[in-house]
């Protein structure tokens, strides 16, 4: 009989114990207590502004491109190793969308980041509308053991909620100049 191991929490250790989890967990961002996403989106938000110093358009292409990749693997091994189809303590979904959005917003004001932070946060927590279709495209069966599509699930509704914050970004500008 295939029995699924009971889930695994994250922690500290789990995250030191392989690369993939270091980066899934954003760097430990991922292990608060208290709204992991958000805590990762404000990392990630940082951690753009840090970047940005040495990195410029081009390289932040690649940097997503590369991220996104490497990050699919890292958040299906993660999610394998927790057990879980998409555990909270994996954020590397928010950082690399919320990278996504500076990356087409910037450079701008600390207004803009802010609408364009809250705008992420607000799409990937409530899960309206085209988001949730996202959420749900990739779920595995009851009882089913993460994989490779759960995986690309974790990153691909937050890819959408990146997406939705541009289009209402956009939308804004237009109407209000």
Avoid at 156 to 177: I, K, M
């Amino acid at each position: 009989m295939n029995s699924v191991a009971p889930p695994r929490r994250a922690s500290a250790r789990l995250m030191l114990s392989h690369p993939a989890h270091w980066l899934s967990f954003g760097f430990g961002s991922g292990l608060s207590p208290v709204a992991p996403g958000t805590a990762g989106t404000l990392w990630a938000w940082l951690a753009f502004l840090v970047l940005s110093h040495w990195f410029g358009p081009a390289a932040w292409g690649a940097v997503l491109a590369g991220g996104l990749g490497v990050g699919w693997w890292a958040c299906t091994r993660t999610a394998q190793a927790m057990g879980t189809a998409d555990p909270g303590a994996i954020v590397w979904d928010e950082v690399i969308a919320f990278w996504a959005v500076l990356w087409v917003v910037m450079p701008a004001g600390f207004a803009a980041q802010l609408a364009a932070f809250a705008l992420f946060r607000y799409f990937d927590a409530a899960k309206p509308g085209p988001v949730a279709w996202a959420d749900s495209l990739f779920k595995g069966r009851p009882g089913e053991p993460p994989g490779w599509r759960q995986g690309w699930g974790i990153l691909f509704d937050d890819l959408v909620a990146a997406l939705c914050t541009l289009l209402v970004l956009a939308l804004w500008r237009v109407v209000v100049g």
